[in-house]
């Protein structure tokens, strides 16, 4: 199992639509989760960050997580081609500094 | 104020060649990591540092070498490159604030 799991895509959506990404994670222990953002050819970017159960809200951004679930998600609204780019999760374990991504979703917001 | 500045940005090697990947950070952050990125694998740990002085194998470790120079300096050596390391390899600093990384534009390499 790997420590850290996203569905590749692409996710497709309309422009002005709901995107929702998801990610689950193996250590119970984690303590801090983040979403980054990629565009193709570039280095990631971080979008969100969050640290305790529920909902974090950032613009049109906001991060769920559900540390009983083991699961945190990302929803964008009103989605703009512009946010056509792969979402990488990324957890930081309760043991340590290093922090695991997991392998991107592409998302692609179509007009 | 640049962040984290990688070099050389392409890169061309023969199998077994060697080269050493630079990176610096200006952000006075402690922990730095290297990072390979592969397609359909995401981003997979190679080694990190701490602090400066200490270093610590990832996920992807074999065929590499670091050198934690200073604080603002972390490099990534291939002693003998090989054809399975042709990838694109990201230094990032780490914020012990809030736990965010703070990465380099990435390093292209490719090994024929």
């Known amino acids: 199992q790997k420590e850290v799991e996203q569905n590749s895509g692409p996710l497709s959506v309309p422009e002005g639509a709901i995107a929702s990404l998801n990610c689950t994670y193996s250590d119970r222990g984690s303590q801090s989760f983040f979403w980054y953002r990629q565009y193709s050819g570039k280095s990631p970017e971080l979008i969100m960050s969050i640290y305790s159960n529920g909902d974090k809200e950032d613009g049109r951004f906001t991060a769920q997580l559900n540390k009983a679930s083991q699961y945190v998600s990302l929803l964008i609204r009103d989605s703009q081609p512009s946010d056509s780019a792969t979402y990488l999760c990324a957890v930081r374990g309760g043991g340590g500094n290093k922090l695991t991504f997991g392998t991107g979703t592409q998302l692609k917001v179509e007009l | 104020n640049a962040g984290v500045t990688q070099t050389p940005k392409f890169q061309v090697l023969k199998t077994g060649q060697s080269m050493t990947l630079q990176c610096a950070q200006d952000?006075?952050?402690?922990?730095m990591y290297w990072y390979r990125q592969d397609p359909g694998m995401g981003l997979r740990l190679i080694y990190y540092?701490?602090?400066?002085?200490?270093?610590d194998k990832g996920e992807v470790p074999n065929g590499y070498n670091v050198s934690r120079l200073n604080k603002r300096e972390f490099s990534l050596r291939l002693e003998s490159a090989a054809p399975s390391q042709t990838s694109v390899y990201f230094c990032?600093?780490?914020?012990?604030?809030?736990?965010?990384?703070?990465f380099g534009e990435g390093s292209r390499l490719t090994v024929l």
């Open positions: 540092s701490a602090s400066e002085g200490t270093t």
């Open positions: 952000m006075n952050h402690n922990s």
């Open positions: 990032a600093s780490h914020w012990e604030g809030t736990g965010e990384l703070f």
